[in-house]
């Protein structure tokens, strides 16, 4: 081991390396290459991976959305098609009977589903609005990020049914003049005034969410819209252990009972689930990872076994200059370590510039997706992954090495100086 | 210095058996130098080998420098070879990719000197034979009898007990090797141990000794007046 930290050792190996140019660019491509590919999409796949995550970040992983629609099959007396309308109590018998669910939220809309959106005034401009009444607790659901000094609607609007909203971007890009500060500004929302006291920056958490709709407290929306204890669906979040799938299954089965609807009617509740579409996009890109592993290595072995081969060519080639090694006085032993470091340090030398070149084109990549819509952000390949692969590496040069050092000393000195 | 008693080697090529050296036995003494005469294919270079430690006798005895040469493994005649021997071949076996100075300093380098000093010390032996100023230029560079000073001053640089050289001159026209028999018999003036094959007469006679080889075995061992090469220089 102590020729390893001899200087003399890498001098004498950089100094074959370094005068045999074409041989050593040779070899080093094959596995230049297969650490590229494996950085490039090990990095690749890595930053699928946080866009999807980017992409899902404002949501509860767990939380699903449940509507009613009409039952499909005649059950207790009722006959098919019966159209369900879900209820303000309904909420007591899905956190009563379901533990799992940690947030429940009711939710009231006007304009989202075909129907006419509101109205909303300040001043001398208007436009059309979709119209959400939310309870505080949405927010756990889904993060809605507020601009400064605002607020979402809290506990007390509720309690008192506060003519209090929060507009989205659009809405006070629309309804304000540019400089206005809208906080505490009043709207007339249907011809009653609201008062804003937040402004709410677009992240889509729903699909028929925009950039331009108005919140207000679900116990404001009741009295302006008369829905009495109507509501037009649940948003609801699970706690992270929790299995979204069950979930959703139990959540639908106690609506059923509820809503006195056949067992097996299928069609009667409508769900998006958004921790099943989440596990699933998670789980391919982790095949994609997984692939990427299996491709890399499966080149960076390729890579290798490539330089084992022309090292084996070279030491045919070297036979005579290693004979005049051992003429004067390099053990087997001293040659073996030669050929086997020259191995080494050329699979490693093409490591790292493999990698510097991966890490390039991830940087490349990222620059490139930044401004627009695609799931990729952030690429990186994880340190132990880099350092898994150059122990790899050093390992495999050092296993290939073996068989061209062996065959170096394998023939004797007077034999290989006979040699032309 | 070195002494071989009743040295036998045969090369067997299928059921052939060639019986190359028939019971060799010889003595030589610190300082001298020998010529090992003889035709072709009479074995000169087996007995050189064989005393080089680059190939092993199928029966004898071999002592250098009062230490009985034997069950060698190759680790071991790697070591003799660095410590005791210096060769010169006829092909000069120079590494093609290392400059004169890296040649002259690779047996320094199996005997663990430090860059600087190995340097140093190849730089030496370079003036010695005269090729300072070719110190970083390659082999490819060089005339043939540039590349065997070169080869002569890396088998001195190690300071060996003996230098063999296997038809030092062979590859050279006559006026250049006189002046690589010059430098030969200087080395020798200076108190180092030689041997030289040749199957040329006027290199045999530059050397102290002469030692004919034919079928096997010494046929004559005789001291000569030495012809000194400078004067052909
Ligand atoms: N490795 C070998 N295998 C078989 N025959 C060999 C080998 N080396 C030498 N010989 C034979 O042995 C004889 C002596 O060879 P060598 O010592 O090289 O002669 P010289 O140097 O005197 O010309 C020759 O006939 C040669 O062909
Ligand atoms: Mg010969």
Known sequence: MRFLFDKNTWQEIYGSISKNKVRTIITVVGVLWGIFIYITLAGAAKGMDHGFEKAFETIARNSLFVWAQSTSMPHEGFKTGRSIQLKVGDTNALRNKIPELQYIAPINV????G????????????????????????????????????????????????????????????????????LGKYIRIDNVYFQVVGVHKFSQSMPFE?????????????KLYNT???????????????????????????????????????????????????????????????LSLIVGLAT???????????????????????????????TPREV?????????????????????????????????????????????????????ALLVMVILGTLIGLIPAQRAVSIKPIDALREE | ??????????????????????????????????????????????????????????????????????????????????????????????????????????????QRMPRKERHDKAMKYLEQVGLKEWAHHLPSELSGGQKQRVAIARAMAAEPKLLLADEPTGALDSTTSYEVMDLIQKINDAGNTILVVTHEEDIAHMCKRIIHLRDGVIVKDEKVEQVRASAYV
């Open chain 1, 110 to 113: 006007k304009g989202a589903f």
């Open chain 1, 115 to 182: 129907d006419s959106a509101a109205t909303a005034v300040h001043v001398d401009k208007s436009g059309s609005y979709t119209v959400w009444g939310f309870f505080p607790v949405y927010a756990k659901i889904a993060t809605k990020k507020i601009y400064d000094n605002g607020r979402f609607i809290n506990k007390e609007d509720m309690l008192q049914a506060r003519k209090v909203c929060v507009i989205g971007e659009r809405t006070q890009q629309e309804l304000f003049d540019k400089n206005e500060d809208p």
């Open chain 1, 210 to 222: 925009t950039d331009g709709d108005i919140i207000i407290p679900f116990a404001t929306y009741k």
């Open chain 1, 228 to 290: 009495g204890n109507n509501i037009a669906f649940f948003s609801l979040a699970a706690y992270d252990a929790a299995d979204a799938v069950a979930v959703e299954k139990k959540i639908k089965d106690v609506l059923k009972n509820v809503h006195r609807v056949h067992p097996e009617d299928e069609r009667a509740f409508g769900s998006v689930n958004i921790g099943e579409i989440f596990n699933q996009i998670m789980g391919f890109a982790e095949g994609i990872s997984f």
């Open chain 1, 300 to 330: 960076i072995l390729g890579g290798v076994i490539g330089i084992g081969n022309i090292l084996l060519i070279s030491v045919k080639e070297r036979t005579k200059e290693l004979g005049v090694r051992r003429a004067l006085g390099a």
């Open chain 1, 336 to 388: 073996r370590a030669l050929i086997i470091m020259e191995s080494v340090f050329l699979t490693l030398v093409a490591g790292v510039i493999g990698i510097i070149l991966g890490a390039g084109v991830l940087a490349l990549i990222n620059a490139l997706t930044e401004d627009i819509d695609f799931p990729y952000s952030n690429p990186t390949v994880p340190i132990p992954y880099v350092l898994g």
């Open chain 2, 1 to 110: 210095m070195i002494e071989i008693k009743d040295l036998h080697k045969s090369y067997t090529m299928g059921s052939n058996v060639l019986h190359v050296l028939k019971g060799i036995n010889f003595k030589a003494e610190d300082g001298e130098l020998v010529a090992i005469m003889g035709s072709s294919g009479s074995g000169k270079s087996t007995l050189l080998n064989i005393l080089g430690m680059l190939d092993e006798a199928d029966s004898g005895e071999y002592t250098l420098d009062g230490v009985p040469i034997r069950d060698l493994t190759e680790t071991k005649a790697a070591k003799y070879r660095n410590k005791f021997l210096g060769f010169v071949f006829q092909s000069f076996n120079l590494i093609n990719y290392k400059n004169a100075l890296e040649n002259v300093a690779l047996p320094l380098y199996y």
